[in-house]
């Protein structure tokens, strides 16, 4: 079956230190993204990857740093820089081509301490 | 700026019919989608629009009229499982790739 996954769902860290979560996509999607999500607020885009060893920043990027090594694989670092972590987070990927809906993740929950 | 407007909080009873409004002021405009997210999950695809109109895909119905900057989600024959977050977003002038611009959602809970 070709999806996204999210691991782990549930992460706790404590304060100051970073922390990667993992997202791979089996569905030869060029583009990946990630996104924050918290309580009352839309969903926000972190950074995103239009193509392998490429990468963007988005709108709230400051804390955070990403890879594009694989097709497959984009993973999120969340740095001690990022003042407030704690948050849902979900990755997503599209074909590449402007028009393309995206697919989402499970998401990570993480929680720091 | 860009915004992106839509109610907070819904309610409806089963097997009825709700409208869900979305809202939207961006830096052009490349399309509409509609998502539904449960809690604690992933958004799912729900439909696209790019031209004005209704896109009618079973119990749910999409409409664009780009001209207002203003889109509608209806849902029919309600049922429980359909209470979840509707999220509305809307992919404008972003210089040739997929970037969207998300709602904060509209939590819509169905009651018996």
């Known amino acids: 079956d070709g999806g996204i996954t999210q691991s782990p769902k549930y992460l706790f860290r404590k304060e100051g230190q970073n922390v990667t979560l993992s997202c791979e996509q089996n569905?030869?999607?060029?583009?990946m993204y990630w996104y924050r999500q918290d309580p009352g607020q839309g969903l926000r885009l972190i950074y995103y990857s239009q193509i392998v060893n490429d990468f963007q920043k988005g709108d709230i990027a400051e804390g955070y740093s990403v890879s594009r090594e694989k097709k497959e694989s984009f993973p999120l670092t969340v740095t001690s820089a990022q003042k407030n972590p704690t948050a849902f987070y979900l990755c997503?990927?599209?074909?590449?081509?402007?028009?393309?809906?995206?697919?989402f993740g499970p998401g990570t929950r993480l929680t720091v301490l | 700026g860009q915004n992106i407007d839509q109610p907070t909080e819904m309610t409806a009873t089963e097997g009825a019919i709700v409208q869900i409004n979305c809202t939207y002021q961006t830096s052009g405009f490349n399309g509409l989608f509609w998502y539904q997210q449960h809690a604690g999950e992933a958004p799912t695809f729900l439909s696209y629009n790019v031209l004005d109109g209704l896109e009618e895909k079973g119990r749910f119905s999409s409409f664009l009229s780009r001209s207002k900057g203003y889109s509608y989600l209806l849902l029919k024959e309600l049922q429980m499982k359909d209470s979840a977050s509707y999220l509305c977003?809307?992919?404008?002038?972003?210089?040739?790739?997929?970037?969207?611009?998300f709602g904060a959602g509209t939590r819509l809970a169905v009651h018996p």
């Open positions: 977003a809307v992919r404008g002038d972003s210089g040739g790739y997929n970037k969207l611009i």
């Open positions: 569905l030869n999607h060029d583009a």
């Open positions: 997503a990927s599209s074909t590449g081509e402007s028009l393309g809906e995206q697919f």
